[in-house]
């Protein structure tokens, strides 16, 4: 397929309610919309960066630039026979992922629509529907959390993930098991809020059978990782950790983590999401879908990834109506039953594109044709 025309447009929408992590709280999102053209077929793809780079180094603003001046020219007027060709193209490019992610994930929804098949199917997945859990942010109160924890629950979510910071940790894991027991699946975030001097505070978390703790030390750390995940029964999770297919396995190597979270942004797009995926596959190392509170062209990408076998945890991956009061695809993501989502079997990501919403919430917008 000749890719003959790109056009990419950043777009505001308010959350629902803000969203409070260690570093931060958000109360829109801002991401890049980008559309890859071929002979009248078009893939969509959306950015996974925040406005601020307290996640990771880029912003919106770095994918744009990154978009503008180096990706798009780059994939424009190329011919490209598989997705799998298009991190060659930007071989000269470091890093920033998360750009390179939101023009990739556009080419692999056009290149299964090309095909006439599901983008589930293009990436290698079987399941045809995934088991799906919610991210619940940090409130002013522990009781606060506890009773988002519930709603969630009353919604049928299969995992709760609730963020910690130093000071709001042990009493709301103690909360939470003391009102719902000890058989709910629960894990925490801690998004790099702690060190080892911590220790005490993290192997007090270890008495309350959480599932596992995602990222408790630095966000560039796998040896300190290793260290704690020696001294804990629960599992660690990595997710800022992991950039790179190197990363992963240095970190299998290392012991650094029993379980990775895999977000398609973090490590450059989907077919480096496939390949972390396979790799900790063969090691035994389960894995799970992370979230980037995205809309809805980014929350089908994450479903069409979550369908492949090893994510075997119910991820991040919740519905259109956790964020948005009306996301920008048609229809809204929705529980097919309580806990469940059904990986779309129409072709590409599986649901049409609002482009009247998008016009609507577009800031600015660029057209490139080749
Ligand atoms: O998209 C979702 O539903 C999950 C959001 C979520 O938990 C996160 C998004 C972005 C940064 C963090 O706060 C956190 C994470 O680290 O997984
Ligand atoms: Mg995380």
Redesign the pocket.
Known sequence: MRIDKIEMRQIQVPLKDP?E?S?GRMDRKDCVIISVHSGGIVGYGESTA?SHPF?NEETTGTIWYMLEHFLIPALLGKEVASPEEVSGLFASVRRNHMAIAAIETAVWDLYAKQNGIPLSQALGGEKQEIEVG??IGIEPTVDLVVQNVERFVEQGYKRM?V?IKPGFDVRLVEAIRKRFGDELPLMV?A?SAYTLQDLPTLKELDHYNLMMI??PLAHNDIIEHASLQRELRTAVCL??SIHTIADARHAIELGSCRIM?I?LGRVGGLTNAKKIHDLCQLHGIPVWC?????LGIGRLHNIALSSLTNFVIPG???ASK??WEQDIVLPGIEMIRPGILAVPTNVGIGHEVGEQSLERLTVRKLTRVG
């Open positions: 969203f992590t570093f925040f996640y919610v991210s993930k963020k975030d998004n995602e990222q997710d800022e979270n977000k992370g979230g980037m509170l995205e991040d991956v919740s956790r964020f």
